[in-house]
């Protein structure tokens, strides 16, 4: 990873996406992005079954549309979060103060904290829900892999976006050491 200065020594340079990708909190998103397409594709596309008995579908998560409703809108809200910060994370060395610089990255400690928090909910309930379903509400085991896979993906949501929080609070060190050091030296900032 290259060191170096922040704030306007850097900004407004060239993007360089081969950077971009290296850096280890944007290999993070992509990851954390994938894993959100998975879950809530896994519940959109076989966490709903049919009955022949009843003309109405039904979650697979012990016959809770709550549930399901929870592991879908969890997931496209993470996979719309991960677009908006890995833009961020593009526009990153463009913003030349450090001020602006630490705003960002302050509101990607939350986020990422946030969003640990939620897939850790998530990863709960999914498992509960699947826990306590009847083996008769499904005999033919129909959709049980894809159940599994969103619950396994919120499992491992959890340490992407912790992690992500805490590269963020990495960041925020340098920025504030950076902002010390440029406070104390001007000359050589």
């Known amino acids: 990873m290259e060191g170096g200065a922040y704030g306007a020594g850097k900004a407004g340079g060239a993007f360089d996406p081969h950077t971009l990708l290296r850096q ?49 809108a969890v997931g496209v809200l993470a996979f719309l979060t991960c677009l908006l910060y ?24 939350g986020i990422s904290a946030f969003w640990a928090f939620l897939w850790f909910v998530g990863f709960c309930y999914l498992a509960n829900q699947w826990q306590v379903s009847k083996p008769e509400d499904n005999p033919l085991n129909e959709g049980t892999d894809a159940a599994r896979a ?3 993906f919120s499992f491992f949501s959890i340490f992407t976006w912790s992690l992500s929080a805490a590269l963020a609070v990495r960041r ?5 050491f950076q902002e010390e050091y440029s406070t104390l030296f001007p000359a050589s900032a």
């Open 24 to 72: 280890p909190h944007t290999l993070l998103r992509v990851v954390s992005w994938v894993f959100s397409i998975v879950v809530f594709g896994s519940i959109v596309n076989e966490g709903y079954l049919n009955s022949p008995s009843e003309g109405e579908e039904f979650c697979i998560y012990n016959r809770n549309p709550s549930a399901c409703s929870y592991g879908v």
């Open 86 to 109: 890995l833009a961020l994370d593009a526009y990153f060395p463009q913003i030349s103060s450090v001020k602006d610089r630490k705003k960002a990255v302050l509101s990607d400690i």
């Open 172 to 176: 925020y060190k340098d920025l504030a």
């Open 150 to 152: 969103a619950i396994a």
